[in-house]
């Protein structure tokens, strides 16, 4: 500056007064104060009730919002609620959400940097804070008051980043500051309910080039970028609300912080894919159930060792297709039953193909009724190796996967598994699927050579497919011994590919889910189960002939699962199994 002042005083003095004229117009024009204020003149916004203001803001910029409706419809109508934001332009979102939030919240408070005080008309939802100092002593207040807030049942809006999303040279792209860890304290210390919001679009170039020479130069860019958003349309996207106890335990406030900031990019609607329409044309009416009686007498042929076990009223079995005809006709009735309520059927009369004549079927029956309530299909890898006719491969899911000549189904004995469902009625309870994996136990106490199971998970198109996209980036390790035929060929975003570098996916899995579908749910409860027996994931597959249904590829060695889990499921046989891996 004093080199500037020293080079001025060599200029006469009549032009002087000239320069400084149009160097204070460059800057106007430039920072576009002059424009602010004709539009707070020009459309009567000065005096005005937060309300007003806000919309008359928008009204006298023609700005147009998308999303608002879902928003709303997302936000809950009382309690501990923390809501927090990208923040693409500075300026116009922060007036956006407060106008959009507080018309659901009315105890809105928003906990905003310095720079919105500009609209002194807003001052009524604001708390006040530096965000460029995270540390700083005089943000003590400001966050205090943002706790008592939410502890008392109030809603705050937050823009963790503290500063408009900027160019960041090592990502090569626009982007999110890392967020101020007030976020994840505020949800933690007051148990609120947690909602990822994420406004799309970007600032002027010219806003960008600036930054990059000097940071604060953004701050001053922002009267001029705020009037750039003239006649344009904000898209928001919306989380749906994650409790506060769907986030891992044990999770430290800076690894959770950067959780929710990817949650709230997860939102981003370039970040979106549909899966494909239904390949079923019609569905066709189901075939008539086979009747109880037909079920047990076909029951009563088989051999005293097929009953593996019985509870109560249940019974389950293992058997043969030219054992039980009609048997597996009633399995591929209710296999297409339940496969349409996630819109896996095939659309046909049953879900039955070639394979069931040469897999195994293990399933449970009511003995009263005899009525079946679930089953898996399993393909003994020796027995069909054997029986394969010359060119063919014998393996169902090799339409699904491309298996080398390593991958396990080759090597050693080994069970493929599939097609599993249960009933409605058994859907919610634990005990059907215990009895199917205790039935899986006493099978393979049977046939001991039996070492690793191997199939897939179906993910239901009921998942939005960034939560499918999400458990294959957590959960696979690629292989090069089993490849997806069809991929499911959509990426995680850029930013949560980040986050995975740092933190483990997969520990947030349930938290992130919860944050996409609409309805909470979590992952399948048999994934769970695998992860629990220490699955390995392969891949990631689309079954393009069960209506585009993605699949986890996975396999098991049964010896190895823990050992409460190995107890409980091969029962007094668990020792033996694991002594006859020994003997190999």
């Keep these: 500056m004093t080199t500037a002042i020293t080079l001025l005083n060599l200029v006469p003095q009549e032009k002087q007064t000239a320069i400084l004229n149009g160097v204070m117009s460059l800057l106007d024009k430039l920072l576009a104060i002059h424009r602010l204020d004709n539009l707070y003149r020009e459309h009567h916004l000065t005096g005005l009730n937060k309300e007003a203001f806000a919309r008359a803001l928008l009204d006298a910029l023609n700005v147009t919002t998308d999303g608002t409706d879902v928003l709303q419809q997302k936000i809950p109508r009382d309690g501990p609620l923390v809501i927090a934001s990208n923040h693409p332009f500075g300026g116009i979102e922060g007036v956006i959400l407060a106008y959009v939030v507080g018309q659901v919240r009315p105890d809105l408070k928003v906990l905003a940097n310095q720079g919105l005080a500009l609209f002194t008309e807003l001052k009524d939802y604001f708390i006040f804070t530096n ?4 540390r700083d002593p005089k943000n003590a207040p400001s966050l205090r008051e943002s706790l008592r807030h939410v502890k008392q049942g109030g809603a705050l809006l937050i823009f963790p980043a503290g500063r408009v999303s900027y160019y960041q040279a090592d990502k090569k792209r626009i982007s999110e500051h890392q967020w101020n860890r007030i976020v994840a304290s505020l949800v933690t210390r007051t148990g609120a309910q947690y909602l990822a919001l994420f406004v799309s679009g970007e600032n002027s170039p010219l806003f960008y080039r600036l930054g990059r020479v000097y940071y604060r130069l953004r701050m001053l860019m922002l009267p001029r970028e705020l009037l750039n958003k003239r006649d344009t349309s904000i898209k928001i996207s ?5 409790p506060a106890n769907a986030f891992a335990a044990n999770t430290n406030d800076i690894e959770l912080t950067a959780l929710q900031r990817i949650q709230s990019y997860a939102q981003d609607p370039n970040w979106r894919h549909a899966w494909p329409a239904s390949n079923v ?15 047990n007498t076909e029951l009563a042929q088989l051999d005293e060792n097929q009953t593996l076990l019985s509870y109560r009223n249940l019974d389950v079995y293992y058997a043969y297709y030219e054992q039980i005809p009609q048997t597996v006709k009633e399995i591929a009735r209710l296999r297409e039953l339940v496969f349409r309520q996630h819109d896996e059927g095939s659309g046909n009369p049953l879900d039955t193909d070639d394979f069931d004549k040469t897999y195994t079927h293990l399933f449970i029956v009511e003995r009263d009724l005899g009525r079946i309530i679930g089953a898996y299909r399993m393909g003994q890898s020796d027995r069909l190796l054997a029986n394969a006719s010359l060119g063919i491969d014998p393996f169902y899911l090799s339409a ?17 598994m599939g097609r599993s469902f249960l009933i409605p009625e058994y859907q919610n309870s634990f005990q059907g699927l215990l009895l199917l994996w205790r039935g899986i136990g006493r099978f393979v106490c049977q046939f001991p050579q039996y070492r690793t199971l191997y199939g897939t998970v179906s993910l239901s198109k009921l998942y939005d497919p960034r939560s499918v996209s999400l458990i294959e980036h ?16 959509f990426s995680v975003s850029p930013e949560i590919a980040d986050f ?26 048999l994934l769970k189960h695998y992860q629990k027996l220490s699955a390995k994931f392969h891949c990631l597959g689309i079954d393009s002939n069960f209506n585009h249904t993605p699949g986890l590829l996975l396999s098991v060695e049964l010896a190895k699962a823990p050992e409460k889990l190995g107890r409980l499921y091969l029962g007094d046989g668990w020792e033996t199994y694991k002594c006859h891996q020994e003997s190999q």
């Design 238 to 242: 919306a989380a749906t609300c994650v």
């Design 400 to 416: 699904m996967f491309n298996f080398s000549a390593d991958f396990i189904n080759r090597q050693a004995p080994c069970l493929e």
């Design 474 to 489: 957590a959960l696979v390790t690629p292989t090069r011994s089993a490849t997806a035929r069809t991929q499911l060929g």
């Design 131 to 134: 965000p460029l100092s995270e």
């Design 500 to 525: 995975a570098k740092q933190y483990p996916l997969e520990k947030h899995l349930t938290s992130l889910l919860a944050g996409i579908e609409s309805d909470g749910k979590d992952i399948p409860i």
């Design 281 to 295: 044309a019609a569905l066709q009416p189901l075939i008539s159930q086979v009747p109880g009686s037909v079920i």
